[in-house]
Structures are given as C-alpha cells and as structure tokens.
C-alpha cells in the first residue's frame, strides 16, 4: 500500500509541474527577460506609488494559486494516507 501512495504523488507532482510549464510557455513569461534585470533599479517616490494603479489579478494569479492549493492537498492526503497506515 505504501508504494502506490508515493507513486500516485509522484504522478499528481509531476503532471502539475508540466502544467504549470506549459500554461506560463503560453502566457509569454518568458518573453521579456531584458525588462527583469532592471526591475530593482526601478526606485519610485511615494508619491508615485500612490498614483499607480491598483494591482488585478487574472486568470494566471487564480491558476497558480488553484495549483498550490491542489499541490498543498496532494501532500496532506498523502500524509494523511500513510500515518493512517503505520
């Protein structure tokens, strides 16, 4: 009983992890590379930050954050499978 559990985590974790790839490839996360490397240069006065917009979140927000709260799920079953087994 104990090596299907494991086996059945690997699986989940891995069909996740290539999700997860696949959805970021075709969201372009990749694409702009020259633009992060300036990121923290970036210095902006307080009041500047104050006339920024307010940050929505979309889709990829909502998709990652589904995948975390599967892969959190994922692991607690496991756990919750193989102390039930000791």
């Known amino acids: 009983m104990f090596i299907p ?3 059945i985590f690997l699986f989940t974790g891995t069909v996740m992890a ?8 075709r969201s372009h996360q990749y694409d702009d590379q020259d633009r992060a490397r300036y990121l ?6 307080p009041e500047e930050l104050a006339d920024q917009p307010p940050v929505r979140h979309g889709a990829g ?3 990652i ?3 975390l709260v599967l ?3 994922s692991v ?3 756990l919750l499978v193989v102390l039930k087994h000791i």
């Open 71 to 73: 892969g959190i799920g």
């Open 40 to 45: 923290p240069l970036n210095t902006l006065e």
């Open 18 to 25: 290539v999700a997860f790839l696949v959805w970021s490839i």
């Open 61 to 63: 927000f909502y998709g």
């Open 5 to 7: 559990v494991w086996l």
């Open 76 to 78: 607690l079953l496991t």
């Open 65 to 67: 954050l589904t995948i």
